[in-house]
């Protein structure tokens, strides 16, 4: 009967640890994609630096390189009364987003461009990364390994 309390006390406290720590743990740290914007409701500027070679407006990616063979899945025009943009991947892969000034025509180079990644979630319609501003008024190219991949993009 002693022993049984003792055990009984012994688990209690290390719930109530473990939930301590569990409570005092640090969060995560969150990790942005980040380019440094000229002001509110701008293009931005692009700093970024060995990039990889991107394609041009509307074709996919070439056969090398990071993104290889990925296909352009959506293209959301320059809009220079947006307020609010965000892309979240739904899919299992992960995608390739190009940002860029929306100047270049269809079949030319992107002007004032840079690329970034959003990771998958662990299969078809679960959480992955995902991308938001408030301030870009760009057009942004977003493609992935296969056509059929879940991309949600909102604009306001």
Same mark, same amino acid.
């Given at each position: 009967m002693i022993l049984s309390k003792k055990i009984m006390v012994f688990t209690s406290i290390l719930l109530v640890l473990s939930t301590e720590i569990a409570l005092a743990a640090p969060s995560s740290k969150l990790q942005y994609a980040t380019s440094a914007e000229t002001g509110q409701n701008s293009l931005g500027a692009d700093? !970024? *630096? $060995?990039? %990889?070679? @991107? &394609?041009? /407006? =509307?074709?996919?990616? !070439?056969?090398?390189g990071p993104y290889a063979n990925y296909i352009l899945i959506a293209t959301v025009p320059a809009n220079s009364a947006r307020t609010n943009i965000e892309i979240d991947n739904n899919s299992g892969s992960q995608i390739a987003v190009i940002r860029d000034d929306g100047t270049a025509g269809t079949g030319?180079? %992107? /002007? $004032?461009? !840079? /690329?970034? &990644? @959003?990771?998958?979630?662990? +299969?078809? =319609? !679960? #959480?992955? +990364? =995902?991308?938001?501003?408030? *301030?870009? #008024?760009?057009? @942004?190219?977003?493609?992935? %390994? /296969?056509s059929t991949a879940q991309v949600a993009v909102m604009e306001d």
């Open positions: 700093y !970024s *630096t $060995n990039q %990889p070679a @991107l &394609p041009n /407006v =509307g074709a996919n990616f !070439s056969s090398s030319s180079a %992107p /002007v $004032n461009a !840079s /690329v970034f &990644p @959003l990771a998958g979630g662990a +299969g078809t =319609g !679960s #959480q992955g +990364g =995902g991308w938001s501003s408030q *301030t870009f #008024q760009g057009r @942004l190219q977003i493609y992935a %390994p /296969v």
